[in-house]
């Protein structure tokens, strides 16, 4: 960009600055004209680049209409939206008050979805593409795409949702089928088809799209050979709220369904929940939330209906004991401020299942689970008052009233009650201040549940202080009386200094109601940079001992810093505990130390860490009268790998004894990643062996990728890859002396043909050895990038199955869900 255009675009920022901080990153040139009384910013460059709110705008020319706040772009027009979608253009107009836009030829990359048409236009956040042509095997390399369609109109919704009407279904571009509409998911790709057969004979699943006014999804048709038929359906809303509804039925009487609303708008708003899955537990929970409004502002009243609970399908087992609301209301007012009073009040009204208060006599009859109505009733007053200079008023007033259905043993309604009231007078002159204070708070009554049972407390005092402060001098004094017990608060004085460098405080509390002393605290510290110096010590009347005396030593070091603590008790035990800390960092290199010294359990502790960029070692030690504890460590690269870790661990008790080596091994790179964990056990006193204890791996690896033909169609290698979990346990008590457990382990072979065709022949095992005998399962995929076909054989369950799935990517999803990691296949 020009540099006078820099300047011009600066003195011109605050017209562009209330279009939601639209930016221009890059021009050439910029000109200022007039249109009908109308400012117009037209900008050309190779190309403009324009970013606002998560988007990003480039084309050769732009001109924005300023007051119609229109947008238009033409040549080469490049728009990436905040749903991610990438839109290319000739022209695009885009206006910038409602979101909407309108664009000639244009090619719109939607997740794994390549669309293209003549007209497109964008309202309420939908897009909508006449006369479009729609595949998702563009980034496949395929020279005609396997499948495609032409389409009267095609809706691409927020999200992952594609509706198309008037389709012309294309495989390998010439028309095969007419569908007067189609419907697909960007997102959520997954078989939509499958036939096998398991332990109780064969099935077949298939998953039928549909689209309608209330919205669009798939219906769930199952078949079991000799259970009977399955049912059910997985809708989505298409409205301003969130829906979705989900309903599955299973053979012999297994239910599955999930119902979810939410709308959200400022006056309303609401959401709803009802689950069941009877793989789980035979149980329907619902949720209800209604808010009036739906963004409340401080100065609105607030509704809310909350309902929540579970139906039981199960009447032979115990139900859950979780709280239930049936329902619950609740009414709230906003702050009510007259001059220097405010008033806030809610009340919630409310019938509830819950686990009942076992300290409560009545309650307890009701069992372990019980049911009662409840009112809560809330208000919180406040007044400030400023009488005068200097002087201030403060009278503060909380409220909380639990109202019960339920009855005590004398017939009376059961309540709770937690109330909070204080105030207080403050006078100031100069360095003097007197406050007047005042609280009474109660907390009684029982309640019925154990979610809002409350301690039962009671507590009434007024309270006097006086204060002086004159830096670097305060000093203050404060009593008062217990209202409740009819006595005197002990008097507590406080003296100070404290100014740069130094501080020192002395606290001493003193009964007046014939205690005498209670307790006596002092405090000090010296802070000369680099140095600092704190103490602490109380000693306590009543019991006549000193809690230990505390000294702490620091020193600020160049990029680190030095501490020395000390605990001495002063009855007779001499020194406790002594600690070290010391930390330094220099560049990458960075060391920490510490230790403790434990006088009376006569045990020295140590811990320290030395790095030096990726490697790092480490040093745990614990020294008492019977044996040395010690764990060293070494550690080695960064993540995603590979990361390296060496951990030597035991102790010395009249020779070595738990001597360990652990060894980690971690990698996370796309083509191989793995975990590698193993002990080692190493000579001890009684057991001089050196062997393997344990180990466990998982994680795939590419040990070679798949050589494709050449163009004579010779010279094809299978790629081969390892994948899946083993773990190796010593166990000498078993003949074999070990046990070998394998979860999704095995081979993969990779063979690629033309236009990325691949196909994956997986080996996999998940069964304990030795003792069982091999039972592989088989899975047989073939990978056109944009469908897939999957044959499953399980030789342990004695089941086949197979699969179709469409949409990018298909095998990767496909084997994803059988657990298997292919390294270089995504």
Known sequence: MRPWLWLLLFLLAPAWAQEKALKVLEAERLELRQDGGEEVYVLTGNPVRLEREGEAIQALRVVYFRGRRLLFLSGEVRYLDREGRRIEAEELQIDLGDESFDALEVRIEAKDLLLTGPLCQRAAGAILLE??????CAGCGQEV??????????LLYPGDRVVARGVVLLMGEKPVL????????????RPRLELGQDEGGAYLKAALPYVSPLGLGYTLLHYYAGRGYGFGLDHFGTGEAKERYFFLHT???TFQYRGEYGLKRPEFALSALLERDDTREKLSRFRLEALLPGTPTPGDWRYALRLEGFLDHDPTTPPPRSL???????????????????????????RYLAETNPL?????ALGPYGEAGRALLTHGESLLLTPWTGASLRLENRFR????TTQNPDGEYERQVDWTTTASFRQALGGVSAELGYGRSLQEGESPFRFDALPQRRSHQATLALAFQERPLNLALRTGRDLEAGKYLPLEAQAGLQDAGYALSLVHRRGLSGEGPLETRAEGSLTPYPFSLRMSLRYDHTKEVFDPLALQAGYALPGGSLNLSHRHGLNGEGALTTDLALSLREGASAYTLQARRDWQQDTLGLQGQAIWGPESLSLQASLDRQALGYTLGFRSGTAPGPLGELQLSGRYQEGPK?????????QALPEVGFRLTANLHLPEVGDGGVYLKDATFSGGAELWPPTPADEKGEGAIPGLALSGAFTYTRQPSRPEGYTLALRNFGPTLTFVGRERTKLHLAALLSQNLPGEALRPRFVLVLDRCCWALRFTLDAQKGSLGLAFLYGGQAAGLLLSEEGIQLGGTR
Do not use: C, H, K, M
């Open 131 to 136: 006369r479009g042509y729609a595949t998702p």
């Open 145 to 154: 795409p396997d499948y495609a369609f032409r389409a009267r109109e095609i």
């Open 178 to 189: 007419e569908l007067p509409v189609l419907l697909l998911y960007l997102s959520e790709r």
């Open 251 to 253: 053979p012999p009487d």
């Open 324 to 350: 239930q609301r049936l329902p619950e209301l609740e009414a709230q007012t906003p702050t009510l401020r007259e001059g220097p009073f405010s008033l806030q009040a809610s009340l919630v009204l409310g």
């Open 360 to 364: 409560n006599r009545s309650a307890r």
């Open 401 to 404: 009233g639990f109202y019960y």
């Open 658 to 666: 738990g001597t360990n080596l652990r060894l980690s091994l971690v």
